[in-house]
C-alpha cells in the first residue's frame, strides 16, 4: 500500500476552508485517544479542556487576555512568513518589547502623567523592532539564516531579563524576590470592559488584524508582500526589492511582538518577572499557521490556541491531568494543520503495491 | 588528573551531543531535507533514554531507547514532508514543539530522581597512554560511537555508491530520479538516521552530561547542532571540529563562573548562543561559497511525476 499525490489543476477552495477545521477534529480525536490512555474519561477529559473554559464569564476574559498577544504575533508572522521570511523568535521580541516599554515605569517611577502610558506601547514596538533587526540585518546585508539567528536571540533575551529582574531592575522593596517594582497606576494598560478583566491589549490586537487584512487585501505593498513570498524572481521583475522586504516583515512583527509583550506586562502582569510569557512567541507560529496566514483567520485561530491554554489548566484541576497536556495539543494540533494543508494542493490516493507496478509496467 | 585534563574532559562531554546531532542532520540536508526538529528529536530521546534506564536499571537499554525514540520521531516529520509534502521549515517547528511538549509530559513522573549514569569503558593499553588515555580511552560508549558515526558517515558519503546516490538527491532531485533513484526512499532513510542520531545525543543529555531528566534539558542545543551543520559546509569532519569549539565555549561560561569572574551569570550563559550567530555571519557573508556548499534542493520538496 502506498500513498500518491496527485496535484490539483486549481487550489480547491473547498479544502483551503475546510483544512482548519478537519485539523482541529483529528487533534480532538486524537486527543480523546491520549486521555484514554492516560487512564481518563476522554469525554470528561475533553469537555473540561475545551468547553468548561467558556462556560463562564471571567473565564472568557482570561481567555482574551491571553488570545490578544498569541493574535498580534501571530498577525505579524504572518506577513513575514508570506513573505517568506522565517522569524521565529517572536518570544524574544515579545519580552525585548516588554522590557524597552518597562523602562518608564521601573526606572522613571517617581514621573506621574498620563503620557506614561502610551509613551510605554511606543517604546514596546520599538524595542521589539529593534530586537528583530538584527535577524533582518543580517539576512539582507551578511546572508545570514534568520531562522537561527532569530531563535538564538531568544535565548539572550530570556537571560537578559532574568538578569534584570534579578540585579539592577529588582524591587528594593520586594524581600528580595526577583522582580521588579509593581507598575504605577499611569502605566497600567486598562480594562477594556466592565464585565472582567480583559485589558485593552484585545482590541490592539483585533485592530492590527484588521489593518493588516486591509493592507494584504487592497494595497500595493500588500501585493508585494504575497509576490516576493511566492516568487522573488518575479518580485525582481516587478522591480519590489526582497531586501528591502525582510526589514519591512521583521521590522513589522517585531514591533508587533514588542506591543503584544508591553501590552501583557502592563495590562495582566504589571510588574516584570523572570518569565513573563508561556510561550506565546512559539505558540503565534501555530496560531499564523492555523488561520492559514489570513488575519481574520489568525483572529479566530488564537481563541482557539487560547483555549488550549486554559484548558490545560482546567484539566488540570478537575480531572488531574498535567498541564503539559496543553503543549501537546499544541503541537498535535500544528502537526495536522501542515498536513491537511496537502489537501489544498494535491488529491491524496492510497494506491495498493500491485496495482502500482502494473501502472508502471503500462508507462514503460 | 590536572586542572587541564578536567577541562578537556568536559569540553568532551559537552561536545559530544552537538557532533552527533549534527552528524545525523549533515546526512538528512545532504539528501536536501532540512529538519529543524532536532531539538524535539534530542529532547525525545534524552526523555525515553532516561525512563528506560529508570524502568530496566541498565543505561544501554537506554541508549536504544533514545536511539528509537529519536527515529521514530522522525518518521512522523518524514511523512509530513516526504509523503504529503507539507512545508519542511514549518514542519520541523512542529516537531520541536511536539517534542518539547510530549517529553514533558511523560518526563514529569521522573523528575528529580536520581539518575544511572553511563560508565565509561577503558580501551586496554591505549588508556594507559598518558594525558591522551584518560582524556580520549577511557570514554563511555556514545563517546566512541559519535567518532565511528562521523567516520562512517565520511566512508559512506565519499567513498560508497549509496552515499553518491544521496548525494545526488540532495544536489538534484530530478536528474537522480531520471536516472532511476528512489529519491523519496533515499531521504526517507536518511531523515531517519538523522533522527536516530539526535536520539543518541538527547541519550547522552540524561545518561552522561547531566544524569537526571530535567524539562527543556536540550536548551537549543537542537538548534545549534543545525548552525554547525552549516559551519561545517556539510562535511562530517568539520562537524567535529565545529561541536569542540562550541563545547569549549559552553564549558568556558561554567569555569568563569567557578573562577568567581566579576561578569554576571546570565551573560556567560548566552555565550554558545551569541558564539552561534557570529558563527553564522562569518561563514554565511561570503554568498558564493554558501552557494557552492549547500545542496542544491535544500529544503525544496520533490513529487514524483508519473
Given amino acids: ?364 | 588528573m590536572g586542572i587541564v585534563e578536567a577541562i578537556l574532559l568536559s569540553v568532551i562531554t559537552a561536545a559530544t551531543p552537538l557532533v552527533l546531532a549534527a552528524a545525523g542532520e549533515l546526512v538528512a540536508e545532504r539528501s536536501g531535507v532540512l529538519n529543524l526538529g532536532v531539538e524535539g528529536m534530542m529532547i525525545m530521546g534524552a526523555v525515553c533514554a532516561f525512563a528506560a534506564t529508570q524502568l530496566s536499571g541498565s543505561p544501554y537499554i537506554g541508549v536504544l531507547a533514545g536511539i528509537a525514540a529519536g527515529a521514530l520521531f522522525s518518521l512522523l516529520f518524514g511523512f509530513l514532508t516526504l509523503t504529503l509534502v507539507a512545508n519542511q521549515v514549518a514542519t520541523g517547528l512542529a516537531l520541536t514543539l511536539l517534542g518539547l511538549g510530549v517529553s514533558g509530559m511523560l518526563g514529569e513522573s521522573f523528575l528529580g530522581m536520581q539518575g544511572i549514569k553511563l560508565q565509561p569503558i577503558a580501551v586496554p593499553l591505549l588508556s594507559q597512554v598518558p594525558f591522551i588515555g584518560p582524556l580520549l580511552f577511557r570514554q563511555d560508549a556514545i563517546f566512541y560511537l559519535s567518532i565511528a558515526i562521523v567516520a562512517g558517515i565520511h566512508w559512506f558519503l565519499f567513498r560508497t555508491r549509496s552515499g553518491l546516490k544521496l548525494r545526488a538527491v540532495g544536489d538534484s532531485h530530478g536528474s537522480a530520479h531520471a536516472l532511476g533513484v528512489d529519491v523519496i526512499r533515499t531521504r526517507y532513510l536518511a531523515v531517519l538516521f538523522g533522527g536516530a542520531c539526535a536520539g543518541l545525543a538527547g541519550a547522552q543529555l540524561s545518561l552522561v552530561y547531566t544524569p537526571q531528566w530535567v524539562e527543556n534539558m536540550s536548551a537549543g542545543r537542537g538548534w545549534i547542532a543545525l548552525a554547525l551543520v552549516v559551519f561545517a559546509s556539510w562535511r562530517p569532519w568539520r562537524v567535529v571540529a565545529g561541536g569542540y569549539l562550541f563545547g569549549a565555549v559552553s564549558i568556558s561560561q561554567l569555569h568563569a563562573q567557578a573562577f568567581g569572574i566579576g561578569i554576571p551569570s546570565q551573560f556567560l550563559s548566552s555565550l554558545p548562543y551569541m558564539a552561534t550567530i557570529v558563527v553564522l555571519i562569518l561563514i554565511s557573508h561570503n554568498r558564493r561559497m554558501t552557494l557552492i556548499n549547500t545542496p542544491a534542493s535544500l529544503g525544496k520538496p520533490f513529487v514524483p511525476d508519473r
Fill in chain 1, 1 to 364: 500500500m502506498r500513498i500518491e499525490l496527485e496535484k490539483r489543476p486549481n487550489v480547491s477552495a473547498l479544502f483551503s476552508i475546510l483544512s482548519p477545521f478537519i485539523a482541529f477534529a483529528l487533534t480532538i480525536v486524537f486527543g480523546g485517544i491520549m486521555f484514554a490512555l492516560l487512564g481518563k474519561n476522554p469525554a470528561a477529559a475533553l469537555y473540561s479542556f475545551f468547553v468548561e473554559p467558556l462556560s463562564e464569564v471571567w473565564s472568557l476574559h482570561e481567555l482574551a487576555i491571553k488570545a490578544a498577544p498569541l493574535i498580534l504575533i501571530g498577525v505579524g508572522l504572518s506577513v513575514c512568513f508570506r513573505s517568506n521570511n522565517w522569524n521565529i523568535g517572536a518570544e524574544g521580541q515579545f519580552i525585548m518589547g516588554a522590557i524597552a516599554g518597562s523602562i518608564l515605569p521601573v526606572v522613571f517611577y517617581d514621573w506621574q502623567s498620563p503620557l506614561v502610558l502610551p509613551l510605554m506601547l511606543v517604546l514596546g514596538m520599538i524595542g521589539g523592532a529593534i530586537f528583530a533587526a538584527i535577524p533582518a540585518f543580517l539576512k539582507a546585508h551578511m546572508n545570514t539564516n534568520e531562522i537561527l539567528t532569530s531563535l538564538m536571540l531568544v535565548y539572550v533575551a530570556q537571560l537578559f531579563l532574568d538578569w534584570l529582574v534579578r540585579g539592577p531592575w529588582r524591587n528594593p522593596q520586594g524581600m528580595n524576590f526577583p522582580e521588579t517594582r509593581t507598575f504605577g497606576a499611569d502605566a497600567i494598560l486598562p480594562e477594556m470592559l466592565v464585565s472582567g478583566r480583559t485589558h485593552w491589549g484585545f482590541a490592539f490586537a483585533i485592530i492590527a488584524a484588521l489593518l493588516v487584512w486591509f493592507m494584504m487585501r487592497y494595497t500595493l505593498r500588500g501585493f508585494e508582500i504575497t509576490v516576493l513570498g511566492q516568487s522573488e524572481r518575479a518580485g525582481r521583475f516587478a522591480g519590489f526589492s526582497s531586501r528591502r522586504m525582510i526589514w519591512f516583515s521583521m521590522l513589522f512583527s517585531g514591533a508587533l511582538a514588542g506591543l503584544a509583550g508591553i501590552s501583557e506586562v502592563s495590562g495582566a502582569i504589571q510588574q516584570l518577572r523572570p518569565v513573563i510569557s508561556p510561550g506565546y512567541g512559539f505558540t503565534a507560529i501555530i496560531v499564523a499557521f492555523l488561520g492559514r496566514l489570513n488575519p481574520l483567520g489568525i483572529i479566530a485561530a488564537g481563541l482557539v490556541l487560547a483555549l488550549t491554554y486554559l484548558g490545560g489548566e482546567a484539566a488540570q484541576l478537575s480531572i488531574g491531568v498535567s498541564d503539559k497536556v496543553t503543549r501537546v495539543f499544541q503541537g498535535l494540533l500544528l502537526f495536522f494543520v501542515l498536513s491537511c494543508d496537502t489537501l489544498i494542493h494535491y488529491r491524496i490516493r492510497v494506491v495498493r503495491e500491485r496495482f502500482a507496478a502494473l501502472k508502471t509496467d503500462e508507462a514503460h
